[in-house]
């Protein structure tokens, strides 16, 4: 399983809703309710924020939503704030067993 | 509360090898999967390894697989990860996670992972 195609970048200004897609394939994401997202800030570890494509996990902003449709699933963060310049990779249970990442997304804040 | 902390990382030659290890703590460890991942520089997430709960499952990743080998002590709350034939494709920093969920399938926490450069 390669790693899932994300954008390389979007952008929105602060108050705006983004949205960051992840596309696989009906052997990963298509296949199963088992994508997550998680955001990571420079030099820092990763953060879940999304688990089981749509459930938040507690202490996580509402401003975080998943969703999936067919072989893509989606995250949409809403009323963008400052501290949401991040990178943001999904993952995906596969077939075989395995975990696969996305390539990740950088979000600017303009 | 939960804590995760890597060790073991550093510089290796190609070839070489390294064993790094994970002490968990503020939870019990025995009851949840856990997984190596790994992100080379200026790169996205790689997973690399998961072992179940008792240790009886193992998976790894193609590019791992047969040079990694990953195992765990729950009496002392400790995760491993002996690494051979290492080449400069393996330099990256390595995160424990704790896994997840029905299907172990999402890490919801992490350490602050270990830097493992491998150059001559």
């Known amino acids: 399983h390669s790693a899932l195609p994300q954008p390389a970048s979007v952008s929105g200004s602060p108050g705006q809703s983004i949205a960051i897609s992840c596309t696989g394939t009906?052997?990963?994401?298509?296949?199963?309710?088992?994508v997550s997202w998680y955001q990571q800030h420079p030099g820092r570890a990763p953060k879940l924020l999304i688990y089981d494509v749509t459930h938040r996990p507690s202490g996580v902003s509402s401003r975080f939503s998943g969703s999936k449709s067919g072989n893509t699933a989606s995250l949409t963060i809403s009323g963008l704030q400052a501290e949401d310049e991040a990178y943001y990779y999904c993952s995906s249970y596969t077939s075989s067993s395995t975990l696969v990442f996305g390539g990740g997304t950088k979000l600017t804040v303009l | 509360q939960v804590q995760l902390e890597e060790s073991g990382g550093g510089l290796v030659k190609p070839g070489g090898s390294l064993r790094l290890s994970c002490a968990a703590s503020g939870f019990t460890f025995s009851d949840y999967y856990m997984s190596w991942i790994r992100q080379a520089p200026g790169k996205g997430l790689e997973w690399i390894s998961y072992?179940?709960?008792?240790?009886?499952?193992?998976l790894y990743a193609d590019s791992v697989k047969g040079r990694f080998t990953v195992s765990r002590d729950n009496a002392k709350s400790s995760l491993f990860l002996q690494m051979n034939s290492l080449s400069a494709e393996d330099t990256a920093v390595y995160y424990c996670a704790r896994a997840d969920g029905y299907s172990s399938a999402h890490f919801d926490f992490w350490g602050q992972g270990t830097l493992v450069t491998v150059s001559s």
């Open positions: 072992i179940s709960s008792s240790g009886s499952t193992i």
């Open positions: 009906s052997s990963d994401v298509g296949g199963y309710s088992y």
